[in-house]
């Protein structure tokens, strides 16, 4: 196969380009760009703890553990408010990634075109790119504080415990996340899970980056899926998307809705691993 193509929003072509990805901090060992499929499970788990993401959610579930322990809840609110927390996370996930992610609206809106490049459009274009795998603190923080406390308040709020809670509640969320986090690098790593488990998920997660990006949203489950019709295997769709890529923000398109091709220096084709 030859180059790839980036296609400015005139409708020009240009080969060799490399799409540009939104810039994060990068401290230290996040000086340079890493890329799971050529990392080892060793050097995830180092790049991992280092990045800034998940150094930002331990330490605040540290601060809401210890607002629980300040104003606890009894045992039966707070196992409820645990087992809710966990419960309503995928479905949460599964809503944003479905109607919010891929639901092709956010890059026509100037204001949102440069978060959904950066949460979920630079994510596709190159999947294993650990840098843009992440998500973004100012979008994931709100989403976990809005998904989880409110749910932790009303429970507590039975027992006169609503700040217990509510704070158990969101560390529980943000625990979840950096649980999910972790198993998402997993899917993208250039390794062979050996828990059937981690496999089953890695393999129907890889169907969605580079087969068919329409259906198998969940990450860490697939209960969604399945329940609302999206859960497929390859066999069950042979021909393969495309726009599984470019989440359907094509050059024709973005004649119309350039911001994120500005942002991005045009729109790039083809798989990740051959442009250039």
């Given at each position: 196969?030859?180059?790839?193509?980036v296609a400015t929003p005139l409708g020009l072509t240009h080969e060799g380009f490399a799409v540009k990805i939104a810039e994060?901090?990068?401290?230290?060992?996040?000086?340079?760009?890493?890329?799971?499929?050529?990392?080892?499970?060793?050097?995830?788990?180092?790049?991992?703890?280092?990045?800034?993401?998940?150094?930002?959610?331990?330490?605040?579930?540290?601060?809401?553990?210890?607002?629980?322990?300040?104003?606890?809840?009894?045992?039966?609110?707070?196992?409820?408010?645990?087992?809710?927390?966990?419960?309503?996370?995928?479905?949460?996930?599964?809503?944003?990634?479905?109607?919010?992610?891929?639901?092709?609206?956010?890059?026509?809106?100037?204001?949102?075109?440069?978060?959904?490049?950066?949460?979920?459009?630079?994510?596709?274009?190159?999947?294993?790119?650990?840098?843009?795998?992440?998500?973004?603190?100012?979008?994931?923080?709100?989403?976990?504080?809005?998904?989880?406390?409110?749910?932790?308040?009303?429970?507590?709020?039975?027992?006169?415990?609503?700040?217990?809670?509510?704070?158990?509640?969101?560390?529980?969320?943000?625990?979840?996340?950096?649980?999910?986090?972790?198993?998402?690098?997993?899917?993208?790593?250039?390794?062979?899970?050996?828990?059937?488990?981690?496999?089953?998920?890695?393999?129907?997660?890889?169907?969605?980056?580079?087969?068919?990006?329409?259906?198998?949203?969940?990450?860490?489950?697939?209960?969604?899926?399945?329940?609302?019709?999206?859960?497929?295997?390859?066999?069950?769709?042979?021909?393969?998307?495309?726009?599984?890529?470019?989440?359907?923000?094509?050059?024709?398109?973005?004649?119309?809705?350039?911001?994120?091709?500005?942002?991005?220096?045009?729109?790039?084709?083809?798989?990740?691993?051959?442009?250039?």
């Amino acid at each position: 196969m030859g180059p790839h193509k980036v296609a400015t929003p005139l409708g020009l072509t240009h080969e060799g380009f490399a799409v540009k990805i939104a810039e994060t901090a990068r401290p230290g060992f996040w000086n340079r760009s890493h890329h799971l499929d050529r990392m080892t499970l060793k050097e995830l788990v180092v790049a991992y703890f280092q990045y800034p993401a998940i150094i930002a959610y331990l330490l605040l579930s540290a601060a809401a553990l210890g607002l629980f322990v300040w104003r606890p809840a009894p045992l039966m609110p707070s196992l409820l408010a645990v087992a809710v927390a966990m419960l309503a996370y995928p479905l949460a996930w599964y809503a944003l990634h479905r109607w919010v992610l891929h639901s092709r609206w956010m890059f026509k809106v100037p204001a949102l075109a440069a978060t959904w490049k950066r949460i979920h459009y630079d994510h596709h274009q190159d999947p294993n790119h650990l840098e843009v795998l992440f998500g973004a603190l100012h979008t994931t923080l709100p989403t976990i504080a809005f998904v989880t406390a409110p749910i932790g308040y009303a429970i507590g709020s039975y027992w006169n415990a609503g700040i217990g809670g509510a704070a158990l509640a969101f560390a529980t969320g943000l625990l979840t996340t950096c649980f999910y986090e972790f198993c998402h690098c997993i899917q993208h790593l250039a390794y062979k899970p050996k828990s059937k488990w981690l496999a089953e998920m890695k393999k129907r997660h890889m169907a969605h980056h580079f087969h068919d990006e329409n259906g198998n949203y969940g990450i860490t489950t697939f209960f969604w899926d399945k329940l609302l019709g999206t859960f497929y295997d390859r066999a069950d769709r042979p021909e393969k998307s495309p726009t599984v890529f470019n989440l359907g923000y094509t050059p024709e398109v973005a004649r119309q809705y350039p911001k994120v091709a500005q942002l991005s220096g045009g729109v790039v084709t083809g798989h990740p691993r051959r442009r250039g």
